[in-house]
Every structure is written in C-alpha cells, then in structure tokens.
C-alpha cells in the first residue's frame, strides 16, 4: 500500500515532493507553498478524510517542521504530511479550510513555536496564561522551573549543606551560562553549594 500511495504522491506532485516509508504509514514531505494543495489531494484522492493530529518540531537551524497526520477510514492507510518553514519567518498557510479539526491544533502549534497559520479564522491563545512570553517547544527556550521557584529538598549530592561532598553543581536544564537566567539560578544557589556546571555527558 506505502507504494501505491508514494506512486500516487510522485505521479501528482512529480519531484516535489519526498516520500519515505515509516512504521505504520506513508511520511510525505511538501514545499510550504503546495501545502494545502498537499492536504486537499490527501482528503480528496487518497480518502484520508479523518484528521488525527498536527503539531510542529524545533529542527534548530533549519526551520520549524510541521507535521500533519490523516487517516483513511475507507482505504485504511495512514499518511504524514509534513513541511518546513523558515526560522525566521514562520508562516504557513492554515490547514482548516480542508481539515476543520486542525483549527485547535493550529493554535496550540502557533502558541507553543511562534508559527503564524496565515487565514486560520481565529488564532487566539490556547493554553497559557495571559501576558505570557515566549514559545515554550522552542529549543532555545528556557526551562527555568527551577531558577523562578526552588524545589524542595536537595537538587544534587551535597546540596543539603551535609553529608557526602558534593560534586559540581549542575545547571537547571536549559539555562545558559550567562545572562539574567543564569544569575538568578546562582541566587537560588543553597549555601556552600560549589559552583560551576557538571559536564556534559
């Protein structure tokens, strides 16, 4: 079936477009300027009228990925359809026009890695509180739980100011080695902790 599909996808969008066989399905890639075109043609010619899901990937320097998956509940095949948009200028034409369930999924993907879903009827904030800054699933994002509020108890060996001796403290996970983060994970730093970073593993 994964041959027939990708047969189909080639025979439509010739070298556009690049299939790969993954476990349970068909993932399809698409220029993001064919994307909704890539949606309607998976709805309407390959009976995937059943939409599950759609979120986005960090991919660091190379842009933000975003990944769709349908289903056929005729034909009983499975597709991801996935494109790439540019770090800078993340735009992506929305996918509710084809797929009315996307609209949710947009939002939360808009909210969470700062995507603009160009046309989508109402792209408002989905989760987080309001005045929130910054995207969360973006991998520049600070993880800073532990710096804005101090857990309970010893972090790591030794913290507890007794005991066996600590080694090298290790940075709440995301927080850089400089800056007003890094500062106020030193602040929340207990007495007699030693400084510094452990290594990476």
Not at 42 to 55: P, V
Not at 111 to 136: A, Q, S, T
Request: glycine fraction near 10%.
């Amino acid at each position: 079936m994964s041959a027939e599909l990708a047969d189909a996808w080639t025979g439509r969008f010739g070298d556009e477009v690049t299939t790969e066989e993954t476990f349970g399905g068909l993932a399809v890639g698409v220029p993001p300027d064919r994307w909704v075109e890539a949606l309607t043609f998976a709805r309407d010619d390959l009976a995937c009228g059943f939409f599950d899901w759609l979120t986005g990937v960090d991919e660091l320097e190379d842009g933000f990925a975003v990944v769709v998956h349908v289903y056929s509940l005729e034909r009983r095949h499975h597709l991801l359809v996935r494109t790439r948009v540019p770090k800078r200028a993340p735009v992506l034409a929305t996918a509710t026009g084809v797929y009315r369930g996307a609209a949710w999924h947009e939002r939360e993907t808009s909210e969470m890695f700062g995507i603009l879903f160009e046309g989508h009827p109402n792209l408002v904030p989905l989760l987080l509180p309001d005045g929130f800054e910054g995207h969360p699933l973006r991998k520049d994002f600070v993880l800073a739980a532990r710096v804005a509020k101090p857990w309970p108890g010893a972090k790591e060996p030794g913290e507890s100011g007794h005991g066996a001796p600590s080694r090298r403290r290790v940075r709440p996970p995301g927080v850089p080695e400089e800056g007003p983060w890094a500062a106020a994970a030193e602040r929340r730093r207990p007495p007699g902790a030693p400084e510094g970073r452990a290594p990476d593993a």
